[in-house]
């Protein structure tokens, strides 16, 4: 326990920086004027450093009555406040469920795209006849650039039944393969694919973790968490 409280006061505990993902216009968030790429900087006046702290501090203000007060900084640096108004008591109770209260407010913190990284293949499937193994990163497919899960998705189904290349890294190193996606079935459900499963989480970039200095009273409570 001494150990652990030395190393968290000495190196702090990570922390996500606030930055918002995906905000819809006609959405609660959206309406009050938070947009895609702003940092909440204070909830209600409360100063928030981290995701969690944001998850934390609306949950408490959502519990309240009036307008939730919001601290912001655009990405070109400029600071303001907006105000997120739920007049409907009935609604506002509903939001205090933490799993509905960023889908019901259009609220939605910075997660990273999924890569196109293989965590597993589908045996005899196209993309192991083809070499591909866990751990490969899946970066081109036809030429053409494969950015994150998304753009292979989309670059995979419209190519049924039809031989395509891909280009992949493996250990450093850079690869290329040819295979027909074909039409496949999992729990019920038909999709084009080509036989492989991908990680569902991906870090975030340097700039996204901050590092939290902790008093010695704050890193012997952390450290008994």
């Known amino acids: ?29 959206g309406q009050a004027g938070l947009k895609s790429g702003d ?41 303001h406040t907006v105000q997120l108004r739920i ?6 109770l509903r939001l205090t469920e933490p799993a509905l209260m960023g889908q019901g407010l259009g609220l939605n913190l910075y997660t990273p795209p999924l890569q196109a990284v293989i965590a597993s293949v589908v045996p005899q499937g196209p993309a192991a006849r083809a070499g591909l193994a866990p751990g490969d990163r ?14 292979l998705q989309s670059a995979v189904q419209s190519h049924a039944g039809q031989s395509i290349s891909l280009r992949y890294l493996r250990a450093g190193h850079e690869y290329g393969a040819r295979l027909t996606p074909t039409v496949q079935t999992a729990q019920g459900r038909h ?16 700039g996204m973790v901050r590092h939290l200095s902790l008093s010695r009273p704050a890193a012997f409570v952390r450290a008994n968490v």
Do not use: C, K, W
Request: no cysteine; proline share 11%.
């Open 1 to 29: 326990l001494l150990v652990l409280t030395g190393l968290l006061y000495a190196s702090g505990v990570p922390m996500v920086r606030p930055l918002l993902g995906n905000i819809d216009p006609t959405s609660l968030a």
């Open 39 to 79: 940092e909440i900087t204070s909830i209600n006046s409360h100063a928030v450093n981290a995701q969690r702290d944001v998850e934390i501090d609306m949950l408490d203000a959502i519990s309240g009555s009036g307008p939730i007060r919001i601290g912001v900084r655009s990405p070109d640096g400029s600071a």
């Open 87 to 92: 007049p409907n008591p009935a609604e506002r």
């Open 138 to 151: 899946i970066i081109a497919v036809n030429g053409q650039p494969v950015r994150d899960l998304p753009a």
């Open 191 to 206: 999709f084009v694919g080509i036989g492989i499963e991908v990680s569902q989480s991906a870090p975030f970039p340097p």
